[in-house]
């Protein structure tokens, strides 16, 4: 009989460490829509190379949200993904939602946004007020680092570079002046 409580034991700190694990990187969970109107969901961001999720809560998100996007894909191809998630409870009763999404696709056409309407799940990721934050997530959801500030070049350098210590380079650093 001692055999078996042992092999259950062991069987409980098996099933504990997972659970343990998998609270502490996980993405949060959540299943909502982007600008497209298409779906997207939690496991969709845990891929197994990196995942840049750039998230803001004011009027000028869409736009940092494009404007980072579109520097970090030039610096690093395709070797990561990147989603916009744009917390909108703030948005007046008096602006569509429709508005809202158009304006969304025009700015930014390549990246999904998640559109969070009722500010749920951006505090889930620990998101903070009144700014622009990204967060880098590793394989599989685990968040390795985060970054808060607009786009500028001296913000987007320090950000390559810590992407590129995660070795998704090389993220070359062009001077375009």
Known sequence: MKPLKISG??????????????ALTDIPEFSLKDQFDNPVDHTMLATPTLTVIIAGDTRDTG????AWYTSIKEKTGTSLSIFGLANLKKVPFFISKNSVRKSLR???PEVRVILDWKG?????????KGGIFLHIYGPEGKLLST????????TLKQLLELIDNYGV?????IDNK
């Open 63 to 66: 736009d940092q949200i494009q």
């Open 106 to 108: 025009e700015t930014c």
């Open 120 to 128: 749920e799940i951006y505090p889930s990721f620990g998101f903070g």
């Open 169 to 173: 380079g090389p993220c070359q650093i």
């Open 147 to 154: 970054y808060s500030g607009k786009h500028t070049p001296q």
């Open 9 to 22: 034991f062991i069987a409980l700190l098996f099933f504990a460490n997972i659970l343990i694990q998998g």
